[in-house]
């Protein structure tokens, strides 16, 4: 039997990229998404065709509302930044979601230890992002020692992994690397701020830094954009 990884999966282009890398690691595939609250239903539609492509043993789709912290665009009628360079832009983004990736990681953890599965996979990049500070390697590190002292299974000994095989590479090396495996980025969305039939604005930080990948990697780009956008 092939060892079990759970896998966060947004629905996005990175974490459906990580899991086609779990996937041809040998791992079973154990994929776990989120309504958090967030303004669109869209991503996790997108979750869903992304596990279904990447054939998951197993989705689970859990209900938690980070709503109530707000301050976030994502989660609150706050405007997405549009039309800028991320690259270049200063400070942590209105799109950052307080302590998302360390709530996500808690609930991959739990599902991990009732699994007996020994290692979890985020699609976390350090290099074309929006300045996260939940996207570092210091994070990713510090996250995995906390949860080999914080669970049963560390103290017993079986050590938990967390993989963020794509923290270092470009966009363009992502999508580059998805594409060698098979991946079909059609069935991904990145989009901040999708029009009413989900089509991508083609403004937003996440926007640019996707289309710029496929531009710099030499791929087409699949992505529906909304009218008036190429």
């Known amino acids: 039997m092939p060892d079990k990884a759970v896998l966060l999966l947004s629905g996005g282009l990175d974490s459906a990229t990580c899991g086609a890398i779990a996937k041809n690691r040998g791992f079973a595939l154990y994929a776990m998404s989120f ?10 539609d997108a979750a869903r065709r992304a596990a279904g492509f990447l054939g998951a043993i197993e989705h689970r789709i859990v209900d938690i509302d980070l709503r109530s912290f707000g301050h976030s665009a994502l989660t609150t009628d706050a405007p997405v930044p549009k039309g ?44 074309d992002y929006s300045g996260y500070p939940d996207c570092r390697p210091e994070y990713i590190d510090a996250f995995e020692r906390m949860a080999n002292l914080a669970t049963r299974a560390g103290v017993e000994g079986k050590k938990l992994t967390l993989h963020a095989p794509l923290i270092g590479m ?10 060698a495996l098979g991946l079909d980025y059609g069935t991904t969305h990145s989009c901040y701020d999708p029009d009413g039939e989900g089509r991508a604005c083609g403004a937003c930080d996440s926007c640019v830094i996707r289309r710029r990948g496929f531009l710099e990697a030499g791929v087409p780009d699949p992505t529906k954009y909304a009218e008036g956008r190429q």
């Open 35 to 44: 309504r958090y609250g967030q303004r669109h239903a869209v991503e996790v």
């Open 84 to 127: 800028r360079d991320p690259s270049v832009a200063s400070g942590i983004p209105a799109t950052y979601v307080p302590a998302r990736n360390t709530i996500f990681l808690s609930y991959a953890v739990g599902w991990a230890e009732v699994l007996d599965c020994r290692d979890i996979f985020i699609g976390v990049n350090a290099v």
């Open 170 to 179: 470009t966009k363009a090396e992502i999508i580059r690397a998805g594409s």
